[in-house]
Structures are given as C-alpha cells and as structure tokens.
C-alpha cells in the first residue's frame, strides 16, 4: 500500500502511516461509521486525478483539459442513478456535513425553520446543533424519540410539525438502531407544504443493499456519505428529484464549495460499482445478521440496549446501571483492542463528551469477513471487560485474543501481519 517515495521522502509520515496499518489490522473496528475501502477504491483515490483542477460541471468547465473528467463524472453519475433509482445525482459533495449545507441553501430562505432530530437523541451536528452553521441561518425545531420506547412517535411528530410548520423536515440519524419507513414521513410534510429531507449517511449502503427501506420514492432531497456502509472513500452525493436539480447544483458549485475532488469522484464510482454487484447485497444482509447475533449475546450478558435491539448496522450500549460512563467504557475496550465510540443514549443525564452509552456496528468486521460465530466472541469479550472494569489483566487478555482473530481476517489479502 506504501511505496518507497513517500519513504524517500518523509520517513517521519510515512511510519505513522505503517503504524495506522498496524492498529487497523490488529484491532476490532466497532465503529458504526467506519470502514475498509477496497484496494482498487483506494487506488482510484490515490491517483493522478488529485491533480486536475475542475470547477463547474459536465460541459461547463472554468479550466481547460476537463475531457477525460467530464467521463468519469459521467459514469460516477449514470451508475448513483441506476443503483438509487434517483432523477438527478451530484456527485461533487465533499462530505455529509457539506452536501447537508448545501440542500439547505438550495430549498431554504434564511431564518426558514427545518424540524430534525434532536442531537442527543440520535440525530447529527450537521441537523442544526447549536454553533453549527444551519443553527446560524435558520430557525431550528427538534423532535425526539418517545421516552419508553425510544422510537420515533409518528403522531408526536406529526403534531410538532402542524404546530411548528416547518419549512423543512429532516428524517435521518447517526444513532438510531432500527429500521426508518420513510412513507409517512412523506405524509406529515404534505399535510403542512414541507419539503422532505433523508439524511440517509449511516443507512445508504442498507438502501443499496435491499435490507432497509428506501427513500427515495419519498423524498425530495437524499444526502448520504459513501465511506459508511457503503464501503468507499471520504465523501458525499445527492439524490433528489428533477425539479432540484438546477437548485442543488448551484448550491454546491459555487454556492458552498469551489472545485470538486476528482480522484474522490473516481473512487466514487469506482463504490458505486462495488455496490451494484449481487454479491453487495450478501454483505448488507450479512453486516446486519451480524449487528443482531452481536445485540443478542450483549443481551444476554445483562447489558441494556436502546431500543431493545437493533434492525440495522448499529446499536448502542446504555452503560447508566453499570456505573460507568460511555468515555470510560471506550477507553478500557481500546485497551483491549476493541474499538467504540461513547454515545449518548436518549433523554441522557450526562454530556456529550461523557455520555451514558457507546455505539458499536459491524460494516467494517463484516468487511472483513467476520459472521455470527465470531460476533458471539466479540460480545462475551465486551462483557467480560465492561464488568470488570477495574482488572487490567483481563484486558490483556482479550488484547491477545483479539490480535488472533485479526490475524485470522485480515482486512486485504495478502495485508502484512506485522
């Protein structure tokens, strides 16, 4: 993956580069939003394209030399189309956040209100946090999830959107561990002239995949990431309707961000052709599978989860009656090789740098061709470090054993073990 004339150049970059392969291979990457591109999207990403200056779009190019461009963003585009079903694409976004932003100023007026999940419930920054740029511009309204359940309330929801009357509602989450049925979100912004936003980032790969409902039927507007469950690199695209599409592109280029990233568009399509292979959908069926074998043992350890389970890639662990914290936890399963990330749980006590929970998935040890049998492993391992928190010997020991199981999956052939 290293060639010598990053070596030749900057040993000093270049070992902290080996020493990232070294932890990837060596520890369990629980990371919902985390995966392994594959060799030749990483390929596509590394490549000359990251030299090619191209603001603007197919045909309407400020710089000359665009031709061979133009094509790649063409396939990148005819192939989101075909695997989504979508009117129109714009594959230009350089992250999540940024396409989020960007349908903003497409379909808002400053100071309009956008109705979206509540960060600490599950929703994400990028929704309308406070300090965030959406926060500055528009009017925010938060829904939440229902307090016994912690699933959304449709008819909650249903009301707060006719009271509030926002102008946009956002249906989407980073934390939210079952399935979405986007229909009758399409029914309460029609009941009150809203446009319908899916912030499909965590669950694309899921859509693509066949085994979580899909959005775009129903909305408006689709963003998503292609890093997640869908297993590319670091970035964004859109889906929406015809009607957008002028908008959206104008909110992306020049709007919100200048020249797009070729060599990430390449690896992009390079993604969304992974993606349309049969064999995508045994993984998507499979990280799921994983998800809830993982969820059962967690359970059958005597850890709460939020929900009760999980119908996706994720679910989160409510630490509150093991007296310890979400940061804590993290750090003692890092110590044993086993990485999460702390996360808050609903209506929870404690901050978000503390949190009472931690969120786990399974994209990346799906990808690595983990199953059932070793998701079992894994969750006695979290149990057994979680409930002897203060034994550092046992840490060590799931480190060892750990450190076996990669060894038995590496993430690419051929990867060195050392």
Same mark, same amino acid.
Do not use: C, M
């Given at each position: 993956m290293i060639t010598d004339s990053l070596k030749n150049v900057d040993q000093e970059i270049e070992r902290l580069i080996q020493r990232e392969i070294y932890r990837q291979q060596h520890t369990l990457v629980l990371i919902p939003s985390e995966n392994y591109a594959s060799l030749a999207v990483l390929e596509a990403q590394g490549s000359v394209l990251n030299n090619k200056y191209a603001e603007g779009y197919i045909g309407k190019r400020y710089y000359q030399g665009c031709k061979l461009i133009d094509e790649i963003e063409y396939i990148a585009?005819?192939?989101?189309?075909?695997?989504?079903?979508?009117?129109?694409? +714009?594959?230009?976004?350089?992250?999540?956040?940024?396409? +989020?932003?960007?349908?903003?100023?497409?379909?808002?007026?400053?100071?309009?209100?956008?109705l979206s999940l509540k960060l600490t419930q599950g929703g994400h920054l990028s929704h309308g946090k406070e300090g965030s740029l959406p926060f500055k511009y528009h009017t925010i309204v938060n829904y939440g999830v229902d307090r016994k359940t912690e699933r959304f309330d449709l008819d909650e929801i249903r009301k707060l959107a006719k009271k509030e009357k926002p102008r946009l509602i956002i249906v989407g989450a980073s934390s939210y561990p079952r399935r979405i049925d986007f229909k009758p979100w399409r029914e309460i912004a029609d009941e009150i002239g809203a446009y319908l936003m899916v912030?499909?980032?965590?669950?694309?790969?899921?859509i693509a995949g066949g085994v979580h409902p899909d959005p775009v039927p129903y909305a408006d507007v689709v963003t998503a990431t292609t890093q997640k469950t869908l297993r590319g690199p670091r970035g964004a695209f859109i889906l929406c309707r015809k009607e957008f599409a002028s908008a959206i592109d104008k909110a992306v280029f020049p709007g919100t961000q200048g020249g797009p990233f070729m060599h990430i568009i390449a690896a992009k399509a390079v993604c969304f052709k992974e993606a349309s292979d049969p064999s995508f959908k045994d993984y998507q069926r499979q990280i799921v599978a994983n998800c809830r074998s993982l969820a059962d043992v967690l359970v059958n350890e005597g850890f709460r989860l939020v929900t009760g389970g999980t119908d996706n890639h994720l679910l989160i662990i409510d630490l509150s009656s093991q007296k310890l914290t979400g940061e804590q936890a993290a750090i003692l399963l890092e110590e044993a090789g086993i990485i999460v990330n702390k996360n808050c749980i609903p209506f929870d006590p404690l901050p978000p740098s503390i949190t009472s929970g931690i969120r786990l998935g399974t994209p990346a040890l799906t990808t690595r061709g983990m199953k059932e049998e070793q998701m079992r492993l894994i969750g006695q391992w979290i149990g057994e470090v979680l409930k002897n928190p203060h034994k550092k010997q046992i840490r060590e020991k799931i480190r060892t054993k750990v450190e076996g199981l990669c060894r038995d999956f590496p993430i690419y052939k051929g990867f060195s073990q050392e």
């Open positions: 585009i005819k192939r989101a189309k075909e695997l989504f079903g979508a009117e129109y694409v +714009n594959v230009q976004p350089h992250s999540g956040t940024g396409a +989020n932003i960007a349908v903003y100023q497409a379909l808002l007026k400053p100071g309009e209100k956008i912030d499909a980032a965590h669950i694309i790969g899921l």
